[in-house]
């Protein structure tokens, strides 16, 4: 069954620092796709960036990152040299291309950014 | 290029009461979803349509929950009659035709539901 799990409620790390947060799914099916979403206060979900099953580099988008360990499942996201801006919370989510090809999101991560 | 319209922004009903939610998504996307956020969690998939037929409303609580797409573009969720548990933020997503690219979602602003 599709599932993907952020086992990290809640983050805070110092300006500048770098910071992972943790994403790992499960599927059975060979075609799929990870993305992380930023959700600030005010509400709207913002595209950080994508991975798909097949792609062979980690993506890379400006000060985001995505480590993909395909055989462990886990689909982190890296952002370098965070910034107070950064402060947000953090969804991963997944879609499966072979099935009905919904997207499912994970429960979060609250990351808060230290001055 | 214009983004995902919801309104109302804002509805605090009573229990019992009705609401509708509207949707307009980024013209010529041919999917369009409709998630519920409960406060502190992730969205949780309602409906999914493509073009104006449901791919999946498997959870969808369809005693109480409607959602239709005619014309294939926009697209009306209604809540009859509403309850305490849901209170949430209903958000509005849409994607290109499946197959054409990753799959993105653009999401709306949201509408924010507050059930008294």
């Known amino acids: 069954a599709q599932k993907i799990t952020q086992t990290q409620p809640g983050m805070f790390v110092q300006e500048k620092e770098a910071v992972t947060l943790d994403c790992t799914y499960d599927?059975?099916?060979?075609?799929?796709?990870l993305f992380w979403y930023k959700q600030p206060s005010s509400g709207e979900m913002i595209f950080l960036i994508y991975q798909g099953s097949y792609d062979q580099q980690n993506a890379t988008e400006g000060r985001y990152s995505l480590n993909f360990q395909k055989a462990r499942k886990s689909a982190n996201l890296v952002i370098s040299a965070s910034q107070l801006g950064d402060s947000a919370m953090y969804f991963c989510a997944m879609r499966e291309y072979s099935s009905a090809s919904k997207i499912i999101f994970g429960s979060g991560t609250r990351l808060s950014i230290r001055p | 290029e214009a983004g995902v319209a919801q309104s109302p922004r804002y509805k605090i009903i009573e229990k019992r009461q009705s609401v509708a939610f509207w949707c307009n998504p980024i013209s010529g996307h041919a999917t369009l979803y409709w998630y519920q956020q409960i406060l502190g969690q992730g969205p949780k998939l309602l409906i999914q349509?493509?073009?104006?037929?449901?791919?999946?409303d498997s959870q969808l609580p369809k005693d109480r929950f409607s959602a239709e797409r005619l014309k294939g573009v926009d697209s009306t969720l209604k809540i009859q009659p509403a309850k305490l548990e849901d209170s949430a933020v209903y958000l509005c997503?849409?994607?290109?035709?499946?197959?054409?690219?990753?799959?993105?979602?653009?999401f709306g602003e949201g509408s924010r539901l507050t059930v008294l």
């Open positions: 349509f493509q073009n104006n037929g449901v791919v999946d």
């Open positions: 997503a849409s994607s290109p035709r499946l197959g054409d690219d990753t799959g993105e979602l653009f």
């Open positions: 599927t059975s099916d060979p075609s799929y796709g």
